[in-house]
């Protein structure tokens, strides 16, 4: 096993792509040379200052970023807390998620790939991903249980308008865990013209470690905020949501290196980091939900973008090594917090981002955060797509 203080924490993972006991490569042997070559191509995209660039302006002229640090004033003042949020909200398409969709469809350009594959679970990475094709011009062919199609109808249609192609799956239980698997196998078929766009921190190395640095902009930008708003510098806490974990991971990214807690927080019924055990899912080694039988079990969550049965390897690492903890929430405490920040702040936040407001809310009534600390969260997205599904439960 990898000791923590082996490598910095949140680096380069080297070429194993391993993170202390996590992560890997565990693909057939037809996708290591896949692989293989989108971590040369994602190094030296890295380490090109003119390929760094053409994403900045992307994420600037495009995407909306740098996104602000607002203060949440009447919250914090409830609670005796300052509560500062990071508004990947208020990016375009409305998460966090296109940083790393155009970073993927930047590099899958660069080399030479003509189509994006992807797929979907909630749809919102299925849009986002159709969404940076359309943008590059290139194909993009998102792959989707046919339960999640019938649930998920507008985002369908936004996939459809955006010109892209849905291929539904109607294996196992139809939903995202078997999308993936249909993608993973489509992708062997079709490795020399299409790219895997990748949706969170998990899959095969390079993904974890990649998508992580296509989200750090997230923590950088919030730590260069924070620094000019807080007398402190770095708050007390660092707090996100976690479905497969990219928002926290780039959100953790900018403050590893600082005093600040890490805390990510997981659906109850998604709880890979809490109740999950060692295995291997999609391609890599992490903390995943299982039964008895070690038979992947299915997550459920008021949040579609949570559905998610494992964990990204790094964030199983940072919490055996204890650099960062995680909680859970329930779905009733979910919506609560989402009604209280549009009643007290004007902002309606994705149920995904109020999973890690619910916890904040719940530790600072319970002292578990002290009075007058500061806490940075991360809004991963705007929650227009929920008001519908939230109806039953105000
Ligand atoms: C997809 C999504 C998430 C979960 O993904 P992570 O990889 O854990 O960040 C969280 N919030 C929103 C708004 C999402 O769309």
Redesign the pocket.
């Known amino acids: 096993m990898t000791s923590m203080t082996e490598h910095a924490l949140m680096s380069d993972p080297g070429t194993s792509g391993r993170f202390g006991d996590y992560g890997g490569r565990y693909v057939p042997e037809s996708l290591i040379p896949a692989c293989h070559e989108i971590e040369a191509a994602f190094r030296d995209a890295w380490a090109d200052p003119g390929f760094r660039d053409r994403l900045t302006t992307l994420l600037t002229v495009y995407a909306g970023r740098p996104t602000p640090l607002t203060p949440a004033h009447r919250l914090s003042r409830e609670l005796g807390i300052t509560l500062l949020l990071k508004r990947?909200?208020l990016t375009h398409t409305?998460?966090?998620?296109i940083n790393n969709v155009v970073g993927q469809a930047l590099l899958a350009q660069r080399m030479g790939k003509r189509r994006l594959l992807a797929e979907t679970g909630?749809g919102?990475?299925g849009v986002a991903t159709a969404t940076a094709a359309a943008l590059l011009g290139l194909r993009a062919t998102v792959f989707m249980g046919e339960r999640d199609i019938e649930r998920q109808e507008l985002n369908v249609l936004r996939m459809h308008v955006l010109g892209a192609e849905v291929v539904p799956v109607t294996t196992g239980s139809r939903t995202l865990k078997d999308a993936c698997n249909e993608a993973m196998r489509h992708w062997v078929a079709s490795v020399d013209d299409s790219y895997y766009c990748l949706?969170?921190?998990?899959g095969p190395h390079p993904y974890p470690w990649m998508?992580r640095e296509f989200?750090r902009v997230i923590g950088e930008e919030a730590r260069a905020q924070c620094a000019a708003e807080l007398p402190a510098a770095v708050p007390d806490y660092v707090v996100?949501?976690?479905?497969?974990?990219?928002?926290?991971?780039?959100t953790f990214a900018g403050f590893v290196d600082t005093t600040a807690r890490l805390v990510g927080v997981e659906a109850e019924g998604g709880a890979a980091a809490t109740f999950g055990r060692a295995g291997v899912l999609h391609g890599f080694r992490s903390l995943v939900l299982q039964d008895e039988h070690g038979q992947v079990q299915e997550a459920h969550s008021v949040?579609a973008?949570?559905d998610?049965p494992g964990i990204?390897p790094e964030h199983a690492h940072l919490r055996d090594g204890g650099r960062a903890r995680y909680e859970t929430v329930t779905d009733a405490e979910v919506v609560r917090a989402l009604v209280r920040l549009a009643r007290t702040e004007g902002i309606v936040a994705?149920?995904?981002?109020s999973h890690a407001l619910a916890w904040v809310i719940r530790a600072a009534e319970s002292g578990g955060i002290a009075p007058g600390s500061t806490v940075l969260l991360t809004l991963?997205?705007?929650g227009d797509k929920d008001i519908a599904s939230i109806k039953e439960l105000l």
């Open positions: 990947e909200d409305g998460s966090h998620k909630a919102q990475h949706g969170s921190v998990m998508v989200q996100a949501c976690i479905g497969g974990g990219s928002n926290a991971a780039g949040a973008g949570l998610y990204g994705a149920l995904e981002s991963s997205g705007r």
